[in-house]
């Protein structure tokens, strides 16, 4: 597609599950980056990955947040036991390099109960 | 603490009015980008100013670079219902590959 897509758009689960958010950059963008944007706030870096590799984990807020890439395209971020300090819109972007304007997906509205 | 703080944090302005918005640091920056966020939507690029002193305009938004390359501002003209939004600056500190964002102005413009 021309843009970021993520999936799914909104997510509602319960305390304690795991959740699984994706992430479809532009092709041939190699660097990938997910946000988390908590209600009225700014955008809180979690992680980055230059093709398939993350040098920057140091944002993931807990060991409960893991993210993979793979094939240098499709990113997923997962929370396991989720918490509802949770909620927020998880935002992805790519770009050309770590350099270069970042397109940003529309984002998942994550809401645990 | 931020490293990147924006003021105002919210601002409700009528239609026709001029604003401005600010983005301050105590640490030097080689170049400083500015993001406009919609309801429901990601932040998207406004500009990206490199040069200490820089001043772009983009239609009615004019944008400046601090000389010491610490701070910016963004100055709206005669703003209209369409500038509504969350606006962003970031930054790339030195020695780091991960983009920072700031505190965020939230604008809201009335007909």
């Known amino acids: ?113 | 603490t931020q490293l990147l703080e924006q003021s105002p944090q919210f601002l409700s302005i009528q239609e026709g009015e001029n604003l401005t918005v600010y983005c301050n640091s105590s640490s030097v920056f080689s170049s400083l980008q500015w993001y406009r966020q919609e309801p429901g939507e990601g932040p998207v690029l406004l500009v990206t100013v490199v040069t200490g002193g820089e001043v772009k305009k983009l239609k009615r938004l004019t944008f400046q670079f601090g000389d010491a390359r610490k701070d910016s501002s963004l100055h709206i003209t005669a703003a209209q219902p369409g500038d509504t939004g969350l606006y962003l600056c970031a930054v790339l500190p030195l020695g780091t590959d991960k983009l920072i964002f700031g505190t965020g102005t939230r604008l809201q413009v009335f007909p």
Request: proline residues 4%; hydrophobic residues 30%.
């Open chain 1, 1 to 113: 597609g021309a843009g970021v897509s993520q999936s799914p758009s909104n997510k509602v689960t319960e305390k304690g599950k795991d959740v699984e958010l994706r992430c479809d950059p532009i092709s041939g963008h190699t660097a990938l980056y997910w946000y988390r944007q908590r209600l009225g706030q700014g955008l809180e870096f979690l992680i980055y990955f230059q093709g398939n590799s993350a040098p920057d984990k140091s944002g993931l807020p807990s060991d409960r947040f893991s993210a993979e890439r793979t094939g240098e395209s499709v990113s997923t971020l997962t929370i396991q036991r989720t918490q509802q300090e949770d909620s927020a819109v998880y935002l992805c972007a790519s770009s050309l390099s770590w350099t270069e304007e970042l397109f940003f997906g529309s984002g998942t509205q994550l809401s645990v109960l």
